[in-house]
Every structure is written in structure tokens, then in C-alpha cells.
């Protein structure tokens, strides 16, 4: 099959949006604002998650001359995710802890208003070790935060102050937030961060008007919690959908594991107004020593669709049964819709961690697509189609050979082939970019006690560049989601830890952990154009429109992972370790930092020459 | 996963050596002081082997790093030649929350286990102990 070019036109959405909920929708800007290619007034841009801007002013043709428009500090010096919103006038701006939002005027780049919010030191260590927000959601006239230390904030947009507050988890216990909110027409969604800390993960929906829970669904537990009906909740069994049955969790753990059982759920969610459903996935279970934990362990690892009004469970697919790697399933579902036999199937896309590409049926959870890739992928063979289990390598099976035993060269390594950086969408050449980790790893469990508050992880982990390739830690990647095949494949020096954008000016923009800001070709993946910042990029590329010119911006500002790893490159000890590899490197181009960058293209051709 | 690909904090929990070979026993010293003893670098006596089994479980490299070389928390490399026992004893159990040190006062492990710790840092920190995985006097180093 083959993608059909057409996916969702953004005034389709507002139509379906009202068609379904006129009460709902009638209150609600967003889905007007979105579709509106001057705002960036999603953290995707839309809610199909394809960070995808019909804007076109900056081009496959032009994007060389692109120059820096205007920067502005965050103030923090720590990993920043995600990116800034723009809705008219006006952009909004967040940091990591202490997650400050800032409102800039676009006329002069002055602050309107500062949100600075006091929270629990003491919610630091357990983010442990860094202290990422991956940004901010918009509705209803209001702006919102989810801190680190579980607080969810609405902001009147125009003034800043508070219109209301809930707690979304307890610190106390590691859970933490590092998710961005969603607003999905009347609902904000939210999730729970502390997979390493026994937290048992959850989708939260609370009403955009009041600050209201109006619907809790957990990963793991009794059908009643999962907000699953046992014999409508349907998944991808023996070739076709099947009701998941009474218990479909509790049956995969060994007593009340499912408490401490992960699941968490801090990746990017989406929406389909059609369908009425939002798509996630939940992360890894607790404990990364397989052996302690028999089991499916259902439902980590899994995508979910859910209706979002009752948050009833409509299917689910459990990618990594029993997970021995930590490949959390949290990564984005982009909404696109794919041709099989000359018939247009409204599809979801999916990066996981484990290395495959999924293509489901958006409608039905039906698996249509599992593909490596990454070719260095190895800890499965393949996934059985009938089944949807991956057919795992006894050799790299860390589970199979027990606690204790270190499993080499297992690929990839625990951040997966992807982590949370997300990929895009691009409806001309029918296309996903995917910014990719090609990164490999030694894995060795042991037992673990759990004490609340206290990491739960047992297993101590190495990573190094994937042997036998190209040297580099990362690969960007355009990818045919319709056959499973990577159309060509980009090397990078390290991991691809930032958001990928696509516009209709056929150019892909993506940064890199050495701090450079790309453009490419969505044709071919030539370079157009690079920026060298000041400090590496792990935040999401976006543009936006303000009096009548362009603008593309994106953090500067490396950690979370990626400082992490760049912290360890730089000892000097190597006493009993072998070569530091690829990541020794990267103290060589960039240290911390936190900054705004936006870009546009020279007023004239004067300006033209000086930028060149 | 970890640090950032961790599902917690997601990128903020996964740290890891960035290495090859983290664990492979070096060819070691043999030293006996008042706190440890460890002979061939590796294999050590059985209170500084439950040190480093707390060190392991608490995952206290994800933030001192997987040699205590120190990531985002200092380097115990030289902390540990200041620190005195009754300082480490109180910091492990505090915490320095506003540093990002936990408490790790609720852990029974750490309560059990902490001198055994103190001893496995100091031998770290004395360049006795070889970073990676350890083993028992008497048992073997390989897997």
C-alpha cells in the first residue's frame, strides 16, 4: 500500500470538531487557531501530531539565506524540550524546573507577563537528573502548565494570572511531570512521569473550564480502573481484533505487582475529532529486572485509544510484552492516513523505542506495518503479524539469562532507536522524518526492593555507538509508513534529540546535540542551510507567521540525557572501561544553555549578501 | 528508562556509563585498611560488597556517575577525601534536597548498609577499589 497524499486538512477538523460537540466546540479556540498555519498554538501544531506548517514563505529554495531574527534567554541552564506556543501577537515561552512561562510581544519582544511558579525543591531528585518540561498547552483562553511537581496551572493567557490549579500525582511517592498538557477540544489531558520509581502510570483528563477531573484510565489493575470493557475493548489477536476479556492486566502479574507496575505516560498524545479518540502510549513496568516481574505485564508498552469524553478504552496494542530493555511505548502516535489496495485507511504511526515502525488502523487497532527502522535493531528478528509479538533473540534476552548475567551488544540500547523527540509528517511526498538514536548497549538486572520514593529501576546499563555502522550515535531518517521502508537515511555524529518540522516549502528543519540547527530537503535530505548554537539542541523545531514574514525558532539548551551522557564523556577516567565512544565528543562542541533562537529570511538583498 | 529515555523523568532519569565495557574486572589492587579490604581491584569483603549493592540499587550513578567521576551530582571521586564518616552518614540519610540529594532516609537498604557504602566510596575515592562491578574475596570475577 501506498500513503494517500490526502491526510487531514485542518478546516476538516474544525467541521468535525462541531459536528460532534457543537457545546463543546463553541467554547473552545483552538481547532480555529490551528488552523491558522500564522499561530503554533499546539505543541504539534495540530492534533494529528504531524508538526506539519502549510507555511511556505521559507523554502527548499531560499532556507539558505535564513538568518537570525531575534534570541531571547530562559534563564535556566538545564535540557530544553519541546517548544514555545504562538498564538497572534504573542509567544509563550517555557523553561525546565522551575517551569517558568513567559509572554512575549511579538511587536518588540517585551514581556507581557511572567508566571513564576514556587515549587518543592525536593521534587528535583526525583526527576533525577534532569529537570525537563516539554511545554505548554493553549485553550479556552487560557494557557497551561504542567509542572515538575504535579501542578497543573491555568493561566489566563492575556494577563497570566491563575484561573485554577489540581495536582495531578504526589512527588512524594516519584511521581513527576515532564509531559506537555493537550488540549483536546474541551479536555485537558495530562499524564504521570516515574517509570524508575514504581509509579503506576495513568491518563488524567480534567475539563479546560473548571480544573475538574472528569476521568482517571491506569495502564495496569482492574478493568474498572483501566477503563476497559472486557468485552467491547478490543486488541490485535490471532490476526484479527478480539475483546481483550475480563482482567486483562491482572492475569499478566504476579500478584500486586500492577501497583508498582509503570506504565507511566509522559510522551505526546493525539487526537482524531472524527473518531472522537485520543491515542497515547504508557512506558515501561517497574523494575527493569525482567526476572522479578513474570508476565506480560499488560498494559505497559502499549498504545492506547480511548474515547475522550469517558476515557473508555475503544483498543489497545501492547508493542514490548514483558520488557526487558526499557523501551517505554511513550513516543508520539502521528494521525496520518495510508492507501491499502487503492482503499484510504485512516492510520497511526508510531516510532517505538524497540526499534519498529508500527502502522495501525486508527478506527479499528488493527496491525498493518512493523518494520525495523533502524537496521542495527537486533533484539528481535521481526514482529509475527499474527501475533503482533516481537520474536525475541535468546541472545540479547537479559530475562532469559537472569540477574546478574551482562547481556552485550544488545540493540538499541534503553532509549530505544527513538525516544520522545518527535518525528513529522509531511503530506508531499507522503513521508515521516524521524530524528533517530542508532545507539546499542550492555544490560545487566538484578533484584530490587521497593521503597516508595526511592528508585525502582535494578539494572545497570552501557552504551556505546551502534558497532559495524557508521560511527555516529544517530540517523534522520524519511520513512514510508505505508510499507515499513526507510526511503534514506542521514548519518549523524549523535542521537537526533529534537523535534522534527516539515513545511510546504519542502524543506525539514531538525537540530543536533552539537548544537546545529538544519534544513533539508524533504525530496532527498540535502542539506540546505546549518546554524551552529550555543549549546545543543533537544527542543522541537516551529515556525509560525507574524505580519505577513515567517519565522522559524527552536531552544537551544542540551541535558536531560544528552548532558547526562556528555557530563560522563568527559572524565577522564577509563580505568576498566573501554572506549568512551562517539559521546566523548560532544564536550567538544557544546555546553549548557537556554536559549530562544528565531530565524527568518533577510528583508532585502542587501541583507541577503551580509547573511551569506 | 533512565535518564531521558527513562520512563520517569524520561529524559531526565537515564544515565548509564558511555562505555563498552563498564564491568570488566581490571587487573586491581590488594589493600586492607580500617574500613575495606579488596584484593585484585575487585573482589572486596562482604560489608564493602553490600556498600556497593546499595550503591547499585539506589542507582546513586545516575547522578554521580557510573565511576563516581559525578554527572549532574559531584564527583564522591573527591568528595569522599573531605566528607567525614559522620558528614556522608548524614547527607545519605537528609539528603540536600535543595542541591537535588534525596533522603534516603525511608531506605531500609541504606539504613542497613551505609557504612558498607561509606567503605566502597573510600576505596573508590583511595584508588583501591576499581569502578564496575564487584565481587566477593573468594568468588570468581567472571560471570
Not at chain 1, 537526533?496 to 525539514?508: I, M, P, Q, R, Y
Not at chain 2, 569522599?80 to 533522603?103: A, Y
Request: proline fraction near 5%; charge should be neutral.
Amino acid at each position: 500500500m501506498t500513503y494517500a497524499a490526502k491526510t487531514f486538512s485542518r478546516g476538516a477538523l474544525v467541521v468535525a470538531a462541531l459536528a460532534i460537540s457543537a457545546a463543546a466546540a463553541a467554547d473552545t479556540d483552538l481547532e480555529q487557531l490551528m488552523a491558522n498555519s500564522s499561530n503554533w498554538a499546539s505543541q504539534a501544531g495540530d492534533y494529528a501530531n504531524q508538526r506539519h506548517s502549510k507555511l511556505a514563505q521559507i523554502n527548499a529554495g531560499n532556507a539558505g539565506n535564513l538568518q537570525v531574527a531575534w534570541t531571547m534567554s530562559t534563564g535556566v541552564l538545564r535540557g530544553h524540550e519541546g517548544s514555545p506556543l504562538v498564538i497572534g501577537d504573542t509567544m509563550y515561552m517555557h523553561t525546565p524546573f522551575p517551569n517558568n512561562v513567559y509572554a512575549i510581544n511579538l511587536k518588540d519582544q517585551t514581556f507581557k507577563w511572567k508566571y513564576e511558579p514556587k515549587q518543592d525543591a525536593a521534587v528535583i531528585p526525583v526527576m533525577c537528573c534532569d529537570t525537563v518540561n516539554r511545554g505548554l498547552a493553549y485553550g479556552d483562553g487560557k494557557i497551561f502548565l504542567q509542572q515538575a511537581d504535579t501542578t497543573l496551572v491555568a493561566l489566563d493567557a492575556q494577563t497570566g494570572k491563575v484561573v485554577w490549579t489540581a495536582k495531578n500525582g504526589d512527588a512524594k511517592i516519584g511521581e513527576t511531570n515532564t509531559n506537555a498538557p493537550h488540549v483536546f477540544k474541551d479536555k485537558l489531558i495530562t499524564g504521570i512521569s516515574g517509570g524508575e520509581f514504581g509509579v503506576r502510570g495513568r491518563l488524567i483528563a480534567y475539563d479546560v473550564h473548571t480544573g475538574k477531573k472528569v476521568w482517571t484510565a491506569w495502564s495496569t489493575g482492574p478493568d474498572e480502573d483501566l477503563l476497559f470493557d472486557p468485552a467491547k475493548t478490543m486488541t490485535w489477536t490471532n490476526g484479527k481484533m478480539a475483546p481483550v476479556g475480563k482482567d486483562s492486566s491482572l492475569k499478566t502479574w504476579q500478584g500486586t505487582q500492577w501497583k508498582l507496575g509503570g506504565g507511566t505516560t509522559w510522551g505526546w498524545y493525539s487526537y482524531d475529532p472524527k473518531l472522537n479518540l485520543v491515542y497515547y502510549g504508557s512506558g515501561n513496568p517497574g523494575t527493569w529486572n525482567p526476572a522479578q516481574r513474570p508476565g506480560d505485564n499488560k498494559w505497559s508498552m502499549t498504545i492506547f485509544a480511548r474515547d475522550l469524553d469517558t476515557g473508555k478504552a475503544k483498543w489497545v496494542f501492547q508493542m514490548t510484552p514483558h520488557d526487558e530493555w526499557d523501551f517505554d511505548g511513550v513516543n508520539e502516535m502521528v494521525l496520518v492516513d495510508v492507501e491499502e489496495g487503492g482503499k484510504k485507511v485512516p492510520a497511526l504511526v508510531h516510532f517505538d523505542r524497540n526499534g519498529f515502525g508500527y502502522t495501525l488502523n486508527r478506527v479499528t487497532g488493527e496491525l498493518l506495518v512493523a518494520k525495523k527502522f533502524d537496521p542495527a535493531v537486533n533484539w528481535a528478528s521481526t514482529v509475527d503479524m499474527k501475533t503482533g509479538r516481537p520474536q525475541v533473540d535468546k541472545k540479547f534476552s537479559p530475562g532469559t539469562t537472569g540477574p546478574d548475567v551482562d547481556v552485550k551488544n544488545i540493540c538499541p540500547a534503553a532509549l530505544g532507536s527513538k525516544d520522545e523527540q518527535p518525528s513529522s509528517y509531511d503530506p508531499a511526498t507522503n513521508l515521516l522524518f524521524v530524528p533517530t538514536n542508532h545507539v546499542c548497549m550492555t544490560y545487566e538486572p538484578f533484584q530490587v526492593e521497593y521503597s516508595a520514593g526511592q528508585p525502582y529501576v535494578g539494572a545497570t546499563l552501557t552504551m556505546f555507538p551502534a558497532p559495524n555502522s557508521h560511527g555516529g550515535m544517530g540517523n534522520f531518517i524519511a520513512w514510508d509508513a505505508a510499507t515499513g521502508t526507510i526511503k534514506w537515511s542521514l548519518p549523524e555524529r549523535f542521537s537526533v534529540w529534537s523535534g522534527v518540522l516539515t513545511t510546504d516549502g519542502n524543506v525539514a528543519f531538525y537540530g543536533t546535540l552539537e548544537g546545529y540547527l538544519k534544513a533539508v530537503s524533504t525530496k532527498d535530505g540535502k542539506e540546505l542551510w546549518k546554524f551552529k548554537m550555543p549549546s545543543g539542541i533537544i527542543g522541537n523545531v516551529f515556525t509560525y507567521e507574524y505580519q505577513g514574514r515567517q519565522y522559524l525558532g527552536v531552544y537551544s539548551g542540551i541535558g536531560g540525557w544528552a548532558g547526562i551522557g556528555m557530563a560522563a564523556g568527559l572524565t577522564g577516567t577509563t580505568e576498566g572501561l573501554g572506549a568512551v565512544g562517539g559521546y566523548k565528543d560532544l564536550a567538544r562542541f557544546t555546553t549548557l544553555g537556554g536559549t530562544l533562537f528565531v530565524f527568518d529570511l533577510p528583508q532585502d538583498a542587501g541583507a541577503k549578501v551580509a547573511a551569506n | 528508562m533512565p535518564v531521558a529515555a527513562c520512563g520517569a523523568a524520561a529524559v531526565a532519569v537515564c544515565t548509564f556509563a558511555w562505555s563498552q565495557e563498564a564491568s570488566a574486572p581490571v587487573a586491581g589492587k590488594s589493600a586492607t585498611t580500617d574500613l575495606y579490604t579488596v584484593r585484585e581491584g575487585s573482589k572486596v569483603d562482604a560489608h564493602t560488597l553490600a556498600g556497593w549493592k546499595t550503591w547499585r540499587a539506589l542507582a546513586c550513578d545516575r547522578c554521580h556517575g557510573p565511576q563516581q567521576e559525578g554527572l549532574v551530582g559531584p564527583s564522591l571521586v573527591n568528595s569522599l577525601k573531605m566528607l567525614t564518616k559522620e558528614q556522608f552518614h548524614v547527607t545519605v540519610i537528609n539528603g540536600r534536597l535543595d542541591k537535588g540529594m534525596p533522603s534516603f532516609g525511608t531506605s531500609t537498604m541504606m539504613q542497613a548498609n551505609w557504612e558498607g557504602l561509606y567503605a566502597y566510596l573510600k576505596g573508590r575515592s583511595d584508588g583501591n577499589i576499581a569502578p564496575g562491578h564487584l565481587y566477593p574475596l573468594d568468588g570468581a570475577t567472571d560471570k
